[in-house]
Each structure stands twice: as C-alpha cells, then as structure tokens.
C-alpha cells in the first residue's frame, strides 16, 4: 500500500546567480534541512566576462615638476576615463563588481554560482463535502443549457463536475472528501437516514483524486446509492475536525455542496423535528471553523429564492434556503461578489464553473521570490512547458504573462493563462539571470 502524506508541496526549478549562491558554493554545505518537499533545482548560468584591465602603470605618479608625489593616486570612489578606481571591494557600491588590481571596479565573474534552496510552498489542503442525499436522484437537471437533450440527475452532474476538478487540480492541492448522509445512510424518517461518517470518506492527500472518484456512487448511481436527508452540518463537522488535525500551517478548506436546506439537527428531540425544522447551529458551525483558520465555499444546486411550504415532506418547513445559504457563505469568509454570496448553479455548465472558480482562488498566482532577485530585471518565468518570459506585461487582468507585485520585487504575479497553467500543474521554472552573462 502507498503511503500517504497529509501535505504536498509544488516543485519549482530555479536558475539562480545571486551572491547567496556564491556564499553557499564558496562556504561549504550550508543547507538545513527541513521537512517540507520543496525543492527548487538549480541550473547554472556561467557569464563569460571578458574584462580588459586598463595599464595603471601609465600614472606613474611623478608630477609635472618632474618631482615623485606620493599622494597623486586618485581617491576611491572618483572616476578616470569612465572607469570607477577604488581601493577595496566596498567602494565599488555594487555587489557584483570588485575591486580589481589595477584599483577599478570590473564585473566579478564569481557573483553567479549556483545553490540548492529548499522553500515551503502553501499547497491548500481542500475538502469537499458533497450532498448525497435522495434528491439528488430524485430530481433531474438540464446539463448543458440545450433544452434538446435528454435532462440527467443532479448526482450525475456533481460526479462529472468532481472528476474534472479532480483531472484538473490534482497535483497543486491536496484534496480529501465527505460524503452527506453517508453511504450507509436510508431512505427511511429516522436517524438512519442522517449517518454521517466521523472520519472523511477520502482523507486529505496529495494526489487523492482517484480516491475521491472511486470512493463516490458512480454518476450513474440510483435511488437505492443516493438516499437520506441532509445532514449538513454533521458534514462540515467531520471536515473541519479533519483539517484542524493535520500538522501543518498550510491553508485550509471546505467546499460545501448541497441541493437544499439542512436538516438532521444534532439535538432534534424527534423524527419531526429531524426532518421538518431547519439546522440552524450550522451556521455558527461555519463561523467557528472560519475563526479557527477553515476557509467555507458554499456551492447550491438548483436553489430558488422562494420559501418552503409546511408539510411533513422530509423538507425543513417554511424555510428559505437560499437565503441560508447567503448568511452561510459570508460567515464561511469567502463569499462571491454581487448580490448572490454562495455560487448558485442552474445547471451542469454552471455548477463547473463554480467549482473551478473555487479551485482557482484556493490557489494563489503571488508567488513570493527567496531569495529575492538582485538583478530584477534579468529574471525569467516559465511555466509547464513554455518558454521563458522576461517580464513585459503591465496589466494582470488583461494580459499572459508576469509581473511584479510591487516595487519590492520580491515577488510575482502570473496573469492570464500563465496563471491557469501554474493552477492546474504546479509547475514553475524561474531563471536569476545576471548582465551581461550572455
């Protein structure tokens, strides 16, 4: 059996020629060891410098006069003939030149050398909790906007969504899973219809979307697979006690799915009250996780804006769910802009689209620089398999590519496709190039 690991991080190749390279070349085995999997490989870069020392034995210190002066050497930091004359390294200002022989300050041919730099990388750890309950089945949506083709079930639609976001987003985060009501669960009005497991169907791992795949009812799953109520909140519970027992300090998620309101109350006091009355402590469940560090999307399949009637339907009574799910997805701490905070699908194309634009936000395109660049405007990008990309682009929302964040330039911003590429294979070289290297 593999082994698993709660934590994944994203390799990242880095070309470097920096003085801290040299100083790690130079100084012997400096690297510490540390426990995160990140490793950024180096690839050397060795500039040829040809520099062609001027004669100082033209200044052969003898005044006009004909007489010796012994303080005619110009004074360090003054410039003859364009060249800067200096006494020691320091008064050249500029870590990459030296102060040479013949007292001038040349390009140091040493400044670029290479080192192994170990780096964390914030890989998000995600659990999805999926509503598993029995109208999923029961009732069918439009998948793909086309009125002409044959409508398939809800269940159908969220398995396809997850085997994409699973292909897609596999190897940058580390994904786990739970299913609400259980798979145990029935299709009865008793407790038996609200099991919720207390350990996550598919723990959070790296590369877990196969679990996850093969742990779900199959698309095509039926009524007797995908049955019970809608017990949210024992959902999220199992979540959060899972993300907050992992030994790490990476981010943290939940993405809650569900096609309705929450019922299967903790503290019901009998079958009516277990189906037929709102689970209101799920709210403050939400926001208790979001105070301890737990991020909450909330994702609603085919909800509308209206109330519920009051019958013993199985159905929390009087209830306007999507209103709950509003107040949810603000105290979850990551709610959608505009009128509508949860991610509201009214069909396949759409619930897709949510649930990639979720992925995408868990993983951040500010990549910070360590070390940082001494020479910013000499590095390259490049991502998966393209081709380096020296920084051009002045406008992230429009444009591919990479720019500084700030002036700092101790860290960038991939825009565009640049940044979906890096989302989906974690996959970044980076080049420190110095001038005139060639």
Not at 202 to 224: D, E, K, N, R
Request: overall charge negative; some cysteine; aromatic content about 6%.
């Amino acid at each position: 059996m593999t082994e698993t690991k709660t934590m994944k991080t994203t390799t990242y190749r880095l070309s470097t020629l920096t003085a801290a390279a040299l100083c790690l070349a130079a100084c012997g085995d400096t690297r510490v060891d540390t426990d995160t999997d990140a490793t950024i490989g180096i690839e050397t870069i060795t500039p040829t410098v040809s520099a062609t020392a001027s004669d100082s034995d033209s200044d052969s210190g003898t005044d006009t006069d004909g007489g010796s002066d012994s303080d005619s050497d110009s004074d360090s930091g003054e410039t003859t003939g364009g060249k800067i004359e200096c006494e020691v390294d320091a008064d050249c200002m500029d870590p990459a030149k030296l102060c040479s022989e013949d007292r001038e300050c040349v390009f140091n041919p040493d400044f670029c050398g290479e080192a192994d730099i170990d780096i964390e990388v914030e890989t998000p750890s995600v659990v999805l909790v999926l509503d598993k309950s029995g109208s999923m089945v029961a009732n069918s949506w439009d998948s793909d906007a086309d009125p002409n083709t044959p409508d398939v079930t809800r269940w159908f639609s969220l398995y396809s969504v997850v085997e994409l976001i699973a292909e897609s987003f596999d190897m940058s985060m580390n994904l786990g899973m739970v299913l609400y009501p259980s798979t145990k669960a029935k299709s009865e009005y008793n407790i038996n219809a609200c099991l919720v497991e207390a350990s996550p169907d598919v723990p959070v791992a790296p590369q877990s979307g196969g679990s996850i795949l093969a742990t779900m009812p199959p698309a095509a799953a039926s009524g007797s697979e995908i049955a019970g109520g809608t017990p949210a909140r024992a959902g999220v519970i199992t979540a959060f006690d899972h993300l907050l027992s992992l030994a790490d300090d990476m981010p943290k998620y939940v993405v809650l799915v569900t096609d309705g309101a929450a019922n299967c109350s903790l503290e019901a006091a009998d079958e009516s009250e277990r189906f037929e009355v709102y689970d209101e402590a799920l709210l403050q469940q939400v926001a208790d996780a979001y105070a301890q560090g737990i991020t909450t999307f909330v994702v609603g399949i085919d909800i509308e804006n209206a109330q519920s009637e009051t019958k013993q339907d199985g159905n929390p009574d009087a209830t306007n769910t999507f209103d709950k799910l509003n107040a949810l997805a603000e105290a979850g701490g990551m709610p959608k802009d505009g009128d509508t905070a949860f991610y509201n699908s009214l069909n396949q194309i759409e619930l897709q689209e949510a649930l990639t634009s979720i992925s995408k936000q868990v993983l951040p395109c500010e990549i910070p620089l360590d070390p940082v660049p001494d020479f910013p405007d000499w590095v390259e990008v490049k991502v998966g398999d393209g081709k380096y990309q020296k920084t051009a682009i002045s406008d992230c929302a429009t444009e591919d590519g990479w720019m500084y964040v700030d002036d700092a330039k101790d860290s960038i911003l991939l825009c565009g496709a640049l940044c979906s590429e890096f989302q989906m294979t974690g996959d970044l070289d980076a080049q420190y190039r110095c001038p005139d290297a060639g």
